[in-house]
């Protein structure tokens, strides 16, 4: 594949390097001045996408603009599609080189649920009143996943033992050699874990989560001991559709959690452990985070190559 | 939580063609003791209850997001243990139920090596198939460990049903397995593909 136009290839370095300007997305076909978008793959997330990606903080609900400190060493969702995406474009040209047909959907053109490993959305269990009125516990019609294409891209990919085995023994560990792996280490994904698990014995946060299931209780529903369970009935549901019940059910479970105070207390009790975390754990918490900043620039020069 | 009797039936929740597992030797005689320990602990659900290992439609289970029963080893970083296959989103690892009547539960299982079709051609099945520790145990709030062999999705564990909770992001097929860190070990209960 040659560089065929200068002017291109350093618009094409550059957006990799912004990720998120409009301009970068589409493909414009202007005669010479054509931003190559698309990879050996597919196309990289257009426009449209990338309109559609999580936000660095939540935009409405109880969460809404919370961030807690862990989150300043996670990778964040559009540096996690650029990885993926220079993963999959090194893996494309080897397979090709080897004979076969690699074709994955690009990262970053499915709904994503959260802009990093915190899950700031739903990390207390659903937070927003809005939502909860029109899906109950369900996730927005947007982000649930389209139909089970398997069989369509396995036949497209032409996938045999052989083709398996390119990709294994050669392919990914090429793309692992050249990009790196992503989430070798997930200390930072780990602690958010440990803390989010450990809070839940904080004297402030088990007085919220009282408050919540007596207010839950008054409203007359008596079954659920914990926010993070209120769901859990209606997800053994196979329908897409929330019931009245399920519905009703999510909306007095954001009004008792707005009364009770939990989010803000749990939120709280989660920003002082993490912040302990973090001094307990620097040096490996920056290593880390240094191995992933220069993976990160590593994918986009990938991707901005033509 | 290490609940849950082996069950009376496995099977593939997805449907699809039938195979017959072609097992090496050494693995008929670990099939054959654990079908033994099936007839033997039968376990007393309603008889509306069933359960699947198996939500993966990768033809022979090739390219499947795997959650197992323990930890990786730490010498190949891969996990061998009997894992709970899929590759589309679970609302909940405990497993779902249409209509009330009936229930499907999920568990971990051992899967082939290789598989031969009616006409008696083999294909292989996952690569470093899972085995049988572990076999039969309920699949939720009980993984160590998850290894994606699905190289056109990456998958996230929640430690709640609904995607809700903590999170752990497994990457498109990279030749590696995770282990599920202290705040998600044994408290899975949600994946989604993205």
């Known amino acids: 594949m040659t560089k065929k136009w200068m002017r291109s290839a350093a618009l094409a370095a550059s957006c990799s390097a912004l990720a998120l300007t409009a301009a970068c997305g589409t493909q414009h076909a202007q005669g010479q001045q054509t931003v190559k978008t698309k990879t050996e793959a597919g196309s990289l997330p257009d426009a449209t996408s990338r309109a559609k990606w999580p936000t660095a903080q939540v935009e409405s609900g109880l969460a809404a603009g919370m961030r807690l400190p862990l989150e300043d060493y996670m990778v964040s969702y559009p540096d996690e599609v650029d990885v993926e995406n220079a993963k999959d474009k090194v893996k494309t040209a080897c397979m090709a080189r080897l004979g076969f047909t690699f074709a994955p959907p690009a990262s970053g053109t499915t709904p994503a649920l959260s802009y990093d490993g915190m899950n700031m959305e739903r990390r207390y269990g659903i937070t927003d009143a809005k939502t909860a009125q029109t899906y109950g516990y369900q996730v927005p019609a947007a982000a649930q996943e389209p139909a089970d294409d398997t069989a369509a891209e396995e036949a497209k990919e032409g996938r045999t033992d052989n083709w398996y085995e390119a990709l294994e023994n050669t392919c990914i560990p090429e793309a692992n050699k050249k990009v790196g792996i992503l989430y070798e280490t997930d200390i930072a994904g780990d602690l958010a874990a440990e803390s989010l698990e450990v809070t839940k014995t904080n004297l402030k946060v088990q007085a919220a989560l009282s408050n919540w299931s007596a207010c839950m209780a008054r409203k007359s529903y008596t079954k659920f001991p914990e926010p993070l369970q209120a769901g859990e009935s209606f997800a053994q549901s196979t329908g897409t559709q929330a019931s009245q019940t399920e519905i009703d059910t999510a909306v007095a479970d954001v009004d008792c959690k707005e009364s009770s105070g939990l989010v803000k207390s749990w939120f709280s009790a989660e920003t002082s452990r993490q912040t302990q975390q973090i001094g307990d754990h620097k040096a490996e918490l920056d290593a880390e985070k240094a191995r992933n900043t220069k993976m990160i620039e590593t994918a986009r020069a990938i991707l901005g190559q033509n | ?58 033809a022979y289970n090739r390219a499947c997001f795997r959650i197992h029963f323990n930890s990786r080893s730490e010498t190949t970083q891969l996990s061998q243990s009997a894992c709970f296959a899929s590759n589309k989103s679970i609302k909940d690892h405990w497993g779902y139920s249409p209509n009330g009547a009936s229930i499907v539960r999920y568990i971990f299982g051992g ?16 690569s470093n198939p899972c085995d049988d520790t572990g076999n039969g145990q309920y699949a939720t709030d009980n993984a160590a460990s998850a290894y994606n062999q699905d190289p056109s999705h990456s ?40």
């Open chain 2, 1 to 58: 939580m290490r609940d849950g009797t082996p069950p009376a039936l496995q099977q593939k929740e997805t449907g699809g063609y039938t195979l017959r597992p072609a097992r090496s030797v050494a693995a008929l005689s670990a099939v054959v003791a654990s079908f033994a320990a099936v007839l033997a602990t039968a376990p007393s659900a309603s008889a509306a209850t069933s359960y699947a290992s198996d939500a993966c439609s990768s």
């Open chain 2, 111 to 126: 899967f082939p090596g290789y598989y031969t079709d009616p006409d008696g051609d083999t294909h292989k099945g996952m």
């Open chain 2, 155 to 194: 998958y996230t564990v929640y430690s709640n049903a609904g995607y809700s909770g903590s999170k752990k992001t497994i990457p498109k097929y990279d030749g590696i397995a995770r282990n599920l860190g202290s705040g998600l070990k044994n408290k899975n209960s949600s994946s989604k593909r993205n």
